[in-house]
């Protein structure tokens, strides 16, 4: 597959044009877009742990694209740039696996961050399970400052060293600092920093610095992930460098950023990969005239939603993996629903998720022994092909698809529910039934960053990308009345995609705390420029001109006595206050106008924008010739087989115009037009969907549900009904 952009190939020195990497490193697959020296883009795509096949996915891919052998040296000298996005600290977060680290925080408050906030979110659960918190060891250090800036008690610098050479001989290298009001006078922080570097820490991380930002817990919690991550990411940014001398390494941000390899930190890693592809669903929709976006990624692992409308959406206080975070990121909802979450049953329900095959062993259609998968759901109902499916299963990566597994265990699992449940299902019937129980999971999770924030979702576009997206897209439109959906012809590899397209970027944020008042906003600007300056050196350092630079300036601004903040752009306290009630009046139904407002702090984002563009194609070309189908098979949708055709996207022209059911097939995914619908080819290859009959009123659970879920609410309905019958009768 080749696909054009509109951007001119940029030359080495010596005149030759080169190669740009752009790389997402997933949980279950690796994706690559390489912009050859012509300007074409190629793409390729390998399970992200293969360790019979290669030791690193994102450098045997970029092998691969070269057709230079695994042993040998990649040729450095054409290859302009690698742009990377990576799970690896998402997974050691998840895992539990970063480094040792050991606290250092005021004494007194050794367990402020296991405490928290005390947060009830399971209101009624009577035994309360606390995270286990990232650190190991704590050291409480005897000094205080008090919120005015009063040093009440300096620490004692012999008693610290102490501490330092104790933690350092019980085999920790990896410290977080967190000292009380340290975000605004962190002398004593630098202190311990500087003895802690000359103890031999090599990661040294301090709350001023990591999250200078009030609030104990948050500013503790970040700095503390970042203690713990850092190392890790840093060993794998290494790894991946050091194949790769004098060749500029890029990585993606939490906050839809790049930035340059030696500036990566932990606490901005955690979002790496998904980031990607929301720049990339922006970009790309937008040049083809959507602008009111619904993200739709839907990997192997999981699904992760967004909400566009103009401008990034960022929360900069979120919880990942049990762990709170105040650090900007892009604000995306994942819920466990991808390709490879295992489906179940349990005796009396069918679960899909949370947990997931992964890459290895993957499910069970890929030949290596793994556990049923949503994606084995989508080949026994015929929506995913073995024969238009990558052949790299097997010992030796190259057979395809094993359906004869998945159908082998589909019947199985059919009778163990007949015999717990007594209820008589067909294999196709059942995969179909989870498909329905994961498409209302996912379903769920749009509401929650779209309708339960205000937001009328029927008006937007959604836009399917991730390998498994494609295959969803219209069961997920449907579950949320949603007509329109928007499928970029690189939507398999878009978050690699996004990689190439985004700026670099750097952000500063510092607290104010200040009353919302025209004549008190001289401290916030005197705040916005210095931070402002910091964030556009860092930028300019990565080697971006100074006219390609722009800054943009927020406030965030909260009611007096509350605690949740809304980010604005800065302008006027009677703009600010403007734009800060209309987002709160949509968020929350209300305003408090006697309470006043404050501004609790500031941030600067500094935007190196990219010379990378999205193929701008807006009209649609004449309708082609329709080309004759690759094939004709039977899927399985609403409950019966049709007959459905197979196109190979790169055949399909400009213009055409398919109705559904049918089957698109291309190098990265596999996009199911469901009956219903149609499709339209974009002259920039983009596939937009349509519903072609209007949705009829339905079942809650559509008039597909899985027999054996509608059974299970029928019988609890006649349950309710027979206890009000005896009630009453009482």
């Not at 802690?196 to 948050?218: C, D, I, N, W, Y």
């Not at 019966?640 to 049918?662: C, F, I, K, M």
């Not at 995914?669 to 072609?692: F, K, M, N, S």
């Amino acid at each position: 597959m080749a696909v054009h952009t509109t951007d001119q190939t940029q030359t080495s020195p010596q005149g030759g044009a080169r190669w740009q990497f752009w790389v997402d490193r997933g949980g279950t697959f690796t994706d690559i877009v390489g912009r050859s020296p012509d300007g074409a883009l190629v793409t390729h795509k390998l399970l992200s742990d293969n360790p019979s096949q290669y030791p690193d996915a994102a450098l045997a891919g970029i092998r691969r694209l070269l057709r230079i052998a695994p042993d040998q040296a990649i040729p450095v000298e054409s290859i302009e740039v690698v742009k990377m996005g990576t799970t690896v600290a998402t997974n050691a977060l998840l895992e539990r696996k970063g480094d040792r680290t050991v606290l250092f925080t005021t004494r007194g408050f050794r367990d402020a961050l296991r405490i928290g906030y005390q947060e009830r979110p399971r209101l009624f659960d009577l035994r309360i399970v606390l995270s286990a918190q990232l650190y190991e060891r704590i050291a409480e250090v005897d000094e205080r400052v008090d919120a005015q800036g009063n040093v009440l008690r300096a620490p004692d610098q012999g008693k610290v060293r102490e501490q330092l050479r104790d933690a350092y001989a019980a085999g920790f290298r990896s410290i977080a600092i967190v000292l009380m009001h340290a975000y605004r006078y962190p002398a004593h922080e630098n202190d311990i920093a500087l003895l802690a570097r000359e103890a031999g820490f090599t990661q040294v991380s301090v709350s001023h610095e990591v999250s200078p930002m009030m609030k104990l817990v948050g500013r503790g919690d970040t700095t503390v992930v970042d203690a713990y991550l850092s190392p890790i990411l840093r060993r794998y940014v290494d790894g991946v460098a050091g194949q790769m001398q004098s060749v500029p390494l890029m990585f993606m941000q939490s906050n839809g950023g790049l930035t340059a390899a030696d500036q990566f930190q932990g606490k901005d890693s955690i979002l790496s990969g998904p980031a990607g592809g929301i720049v990339g669903m922006a970009r790309t929709a937008q040049a083809v005239g959507h602008h009111a976006l619904i993200g739709f990624d839907m990997g192997g692992t999981s699904t992760d939603v967004s909400h566009y409308s103009g401008e990034f959406e960022r929360a900069f206080e979120t919880e990942v993996a049990g762990v709170r975070l105040r650090a900007p990121m892009m604000n995306i909802h994942t819920v466990a629903a991808g390709g490879g979450s295992i489906v179940h049953f349990d005796g009396t329900r069918m679960r899909v998720g949370p947990d997931s095959a992964g890459a290895s062993p993957g499910p069970a259609a890929y030949r290596n022994g793994g556990p049923l998968t949503v994606t084995d759901c989508n080949v026994m109902l015929g929506k995913l092909q073995p024969e238009f499916f990558p052949r790299i299963f097997g010992p030796d990566a190259d057979q395809p698809l094993d359906l004869d597994t998945v159908r082998v265990k589909f019947t199985e699992l059919a009778q163990t529910i007949r015999d717990h449940a007594g209820h008589i299902s067909t294999p196709e019937a059942l995969a179909e039934g989870f498909i329905d129980i994961a498409v209302a999971n996912m379903a769920n999770a749009i509401k929650k960053i779209s309708v339960e924030r205000g937001y009328d979702v029927t008006k937007y576009t959604l836009v399917s990308f991730g390998g498994a997206g494609g295959q969803h897209a219209c069961l997920v439109a449907d579950a949320l009345g949603m007509t329109r959906v928007l499928i970029h012809p690189l939507a398999g590899v878009l978050s690699a995609y996004g990689m190439g397209l985004a700026d670099i970027t750097a952000m500063r944020e510092a607290s104010i705390e200040l009353v919302l008042e025209e004549s008190g906003l001289a401290p916030c600007r005197k705040v916005l420029d210095t931070i402002g300056q910091a964030a556009r050196e860092q930028v300019a350092s990565q080697g971006v001109a100074p006219e390609r630079i722009k800054l943009i300036q927020r406030a965030h601004l909260r009611y007096e006595g509350t605690d949740a903040a809304l980010v604005v752009a800065y302008g006027s306290a009677t703009e600010m206050q403007a734009r800060f009630e209309e987002m709160y009046s949509q968020r929350y139904s209300f305003l408090m106008p006697d309470k006043r407002l404050v501004i609790e702090a500031v941030s600067v984002e500094a935007i190196g924008q990219s010379t990378e563009q999205a193929s701008s194609s807006q009209d649609c070309a004449a309708p082609g010739e329709k080309p004759a189908p690759r094939a004709t098979v039977a899927l399985f949708s609403g409950g019966a087989y049709h007959e459905t055709p197979v196109y190979q996207r790169d055949t399909l022209n400009p213009g055409t115009s398919l109705r559904g059911p049918a089957i698109i097939c291309d190098a990265n995914g596999t996009t199911v037009i469901e009956p219903e619908w149609q499709v339209q080819l974009l002259a920039g290859g983009e596939l937009l969907l349509a519903r072609a009959v209007p949705k009829s009123g339905r079942h809650a659970m559509g008039t597909d549900a899985d027999p054996i879920m509608l059974e299970i609410f029928n019988n609890l309905f006649m349950s309710i009904a027979e206890q009000m019958g005896a009630t009453l009768a009482n």
